[in-house]
């Protein structure tokens, strides 16, 4: 078992908010900035280390316990669920889950739906709880494309501000939830780490919920 | 479909000889244990009907188990859970038996279940099962068995947990809340989700007092004399009451077995089994981050099978356990003496004994099939074998250098 309480965090923007939030906490975050190509990277002056992985990864690693914590957007929670603990809504990397389609596809009702989606699971139980029956074409990027092309009706996707979908010419046609970065740990983790585990998570709530405040 | 007969569906795994002997030992020791506490072992089929496993309060969620249509038409599952099946077998076929009854079993189980589980879809399952005890003696019992097993194997840095169903569901009764959002919150707390819970006592309106308990769940956690004295600050009904003063004597007991340094209290410790109704548990350790026993007490469970018992019980996980003793470097087969016969001089009849001679004490003892020097060297280092031996005309047992 690892010695210091160690942290994975998803790479790219939740990285960036997850590291400007731990300095603001007070900690040392220079080697966050400049990993040099370093894996495991370690706070100095605090019983931490941080990873940095794919969103999907994070929650695996933390799932098995090789992380004890991991910061990961509800997105990737909600398309994979994992049996850990989602301790706090960190309020950074918001967006939402929509559906968006070109605004003819908002009034034909159809039999059967064609979903082009990067979330297959997320799509198919939004619908299925409508009562909507219909086909999930798995994308792995530009999903916007889909409706264009005749490959899809509609697409349900992550819409920050809306701008890619205006672009093409398509709406959000409904809202499915709110996404943002969420703290997760492990089940057994924060058993018998409780005290230090508690420690950091108070500091990052803490600090999340004073910059939510400012935004 | 030429892959397919190379590999294996998903979720199932060969054990290859190493493994077979670590599961043996782990196996024989949980059940040398179990023994020694007076529990006798009995064993269901793999094969039951769907609807045994179906129907509330059993395990609700049917899309995880494996169904095959018999042929008449019936859906069977293979089982995928020990305790149901346990239940069935005693109300069934045990009634007149000499109570408190007590079962134990070892057996695969086959289910999609993430916590006990991760990818596996068939593991196994060694547990005990005691019939009839009602009072929290029962409970204390199936801890000390339990702890005991698990120490009986030399597993290390222990944590059980404890909580109970009850303290929970007089808790959710004072709320009054609709099934639906009662569940909504009951998973939030599973996850341990206070920013959800909030959210939820808000949206539900949950009076403030009730809310701050409710909101202060998910962390109340840790020894037992720390949650203990921190729920009492909060305003609770008898129910309630009732239940931690049942958690606090089985704690008890267990202290003054001597086990109670290892125990804890988790009160927002949701089960995802339905059939729980009293004090519930979970034991894992700090160097495997995953649950390795759980159990608890299902007073309700035979009342589904027309008989009217009380019953307690806990499962090891026998793969997430090896796995645990494998990290801790704390589990080891020793070796036997691997002796082989070259050769034996013409003599009718006279092997035998010398064979049964070599064998005394345990030793493995093998004939050897080969006749190149050179490939019986290299048998000889890759099997570990520590003597080469013939046997001659008069019976004797010579050594031989192979070098």
């Known amino acids: 078992m690892h010695g210091k309480t160690r942290l994975a965090l998803t790479k790219g923007r939740l990285e960036k908010d997850t590291v400007q939030l731990l300095e603001k906490s007070g900690l040392n975050t220079d080697i966050l900035k400049n990993p040099k190509r370093k894996l495991i990277l370690d706070i100095p002056g605090y019983p931490l280390e941080i990873i940095l992985l794919k969103g999907s990864d994070v929650a695996t690693y933390v799932e098995h316990g090789v992380a004890d914590l991991g910061v990961v957007g509800k997105d990737i929670l909600l398309e994979n669920p994992k049996p850990v603990y989602e301790v706090a809504d960190l309020g950074f990397g918001a967006c939402r889950m929509a559906v968006a389609g070109p605004p003819a596809a908002a009034e034909n009702g159809k039999k059967l739906l064609r979903v082009a989606s990067k979330y297959p699971w997320i799509a198919r139980n939004h619908f299925e709880a409508k009562g909507q029956s219909v086909e999930i074409i798995e994308q792995q990027g530009s999903v916007e494309l889909a409706p264009l092309m005749g490959l899809s009706d509609v697409i349900v996707d992550i819409v920050e501000t809306g701008n890619t979908l205006k672009a093409n010419g398509l709406i959000i046609m409904e809202e499915i939830l709110k996404i943002s970065a969420r703290l997760i740990v492990n089940k057994v983790s924060y058993k018998t780490r409780r005290v230090e585990m508690n420690a950091l998570i108070d500091m990052m709530e803490k600090q999340a919920a004073e910059k939510g405040d400012l935004g | ?403």
């Open chain 2, 1 to 403: 479909m030429e892959k397919r007969k190379m590999f294996l569906p998903q979720g199932v795994q060969d054990l290859l000889i190493d493994d077979c002997l670590l599961r043996r030992k782990i196996e024989d020791q949980l059940m040398e244990t179990f023994n020694q506490w007076g529990y006798m072992e009995i064993s269901s089929p793999t094969l039951e009907y769907y609807d045994l496993f179906t129907e509330p309060p059993m395990l609700a969620d049917g899309d995880n188990m494996f169904k095959m249509i018999d042929t008449n038409g019936k859906i069977l599952v293979m089982r995928p859970d020990c305790t149901i099946p346990m239940a069935r077998i005693v109300a069934t076929k045990m009634k007149n038996f000499v109570y408190p009854l007590k079962l134990c079993y070892v057996e695969n189980v086959y289910r999609i279940d993430r916590e006990q589980s991760d990818q596996k879809r068939e593991f196994r399952q060694a547990g005990v099962e005691l019939f009839g005890v009602s009072s929290v003696k029962g409970d204390a019992e199936i801890l000390v068995t339990a702890i005991e097993s698990l120490k009986s194997l030399g597993l290390e840095n222990l944590t059980v947990e404890l909580g109970h169903m009850n303290f929970l569901s007089a808790f959710f009764e004072s709320l009054e809340l609709e099934e639906e959002a009662k569940q909504q919150i009951l998973r939030l707390l599973e996850e341990k989700n206070i920013t959800g819970i909030q959210e939820m006592a808000e949206i539900h309106g949950i009076q403030k007092e009730k809310a701050r308990l409710l909101v202060r769940l998910p962390r109340m956690f840790g020894t037992p004399q720390e949650v203990l004295s921190e729920v009492k600050t909060y305003l609770l009904t008898e129910d309630m009451e009732e239940a931690l003063e049942e958690l606090k004597q089985t704690i008890e007991m267990v202290e003054e077995y001597g086990l109670g340094e290892c125990l804890g209290i988790d009160l927002g410790m949701v089960s995802q089994l339905e059939y729980y109704t009293g004090v519930t548990f979970k034991g894992f350790t700090k160097d495997l981050g995953a649950i390795i026993l759980s159990g608890g007490r299902y007073d309700k469970l035979l009342g589904k099978f027309g008989m009217d018992c009380t019953a307690t019980g806990f499962a090891i996980v026998v793969n997430k356990l090896t796995k645990a003793l494998k990290i801790q470097n704390n589990i080891h087969v020793p070796k036997r003496k691997h002796i082989l016969i070259l050769d034996t001089q013409y003599n009718i009849g006279a092997v035998k004994d010398a064979v049964d001679e070599l064998r005394e004490g345990g030793n493995i003892v093998e004939f050897c099939m080969l006749e190149d020097p050179d490939k019986i060297r290299e048998y000889m280092v890759r099997r570990q074998v520590d003597e080469l031996v013939r046997i001659k005309q008069d019976g004797n047992i010579e050594k031989i250098d192979m070098e």
